[in-house]
T-cell receptor, first 119, second 109 residues
């Protein structure tokens, strides 16, 4: 399957600081990337959808000024958590969509995600 | 995208087939059935997807009923490493993946 790499895999930051998470599709061009977060013992919740070169579309309840998403190229998307607080501590993951060229069909591939701890 | 219903948890003996059911009675004609799994503390792993016909790959088989209102993911010979949360998702190609609670599969020796 297609490979998505995320960096850093684990990060600890102080409350009030900002942290950036990078997501790269290594062997395919991801026209669309998604950002999810997952709190312990819960399912994955979609935060936003980003298409290369355009502004991200945020899900209801997700603060776009707090979670800055940049989809600079077909292989790179970044999430910056600004003014992080302990409640932002979570598992963040950014799958990329690989188009199969059949009536818009695509498959979404996940990397290993990033664990953020805000202290 | 249509909603899915899955059992909360299932147990399976190692070496036996694991059959994971999923109900999607409101599925529409252009929605595909996708299966992912998530092993503890890792990112979800794509397993298989299908539209109408049964599908098989190196990981699993997907059986979709003729009316498409339900499907079953089959892991033919479950191993301990197949213990994970399995998510059944229906979506139109190009749309986002919406995860439900999934089924916790426990493979026991």
């Amino acid at each position: 399957g297609a490979v998505v790499s995320q960096h850093p895999s684990r990060v600890i930051c102080k409350s009030g600081t900002s942290v950036k998470i990078e997501c790269r599709s290594l062997d395919f061009q991801a026209t669309t990337m998604f950002w999810y977060r997952q709190f312990p013992k819960q399912s994955l919740m979609l935060m936003a959808t980003s298409n290369e070169g355009s502004k991200a579309t945020y899900e209801q309840g997700v603060e776009k000024d707090k979670f800055l998403i940049n989809h600079a190229s077909l292989t790179l998307s970044t999430l910056t958590v600004t003014s992080a607080h302990p409640e932002d501590s979570s598992f963040y993951i950014c799958p990329g969509a690989l188009s199969l060229g059949l009536e818009g069909l695509d498959t979404i591939y996940f990397g290993e995600g990033s664990w953020l701890t805000v202290v | 995208d249509a909603k899915t219903t899955q059992p909360t948890s299932m147990d399976c003996a190692e070496g036996r087939a694991a059959n994971l059911p999923c109900n999607h009675s409101t599925i529409s004609g252009n929605e595909y059935v996708y299966w992912y799994r998530q092993i503890h503390s890792q990112g979800p792993q794509y397993i298989i997807h299908g539209l109408k016909n049964n599908e098989t790959n190196e990981m699993a088989s997907l059986i979709i009923t003729e009316d498409r209102k339900s499907s079953t993911l089959i892991l033919p010979h479950a191993t301990l490493r197949d213990t994970a949360v399995y998510y059944c998702i229906v979506r139109v190609g190009g749309n986002k993946l919406v995860f439900g609670a999934g089924t916790i599969l426990r493979v026991k020796s």
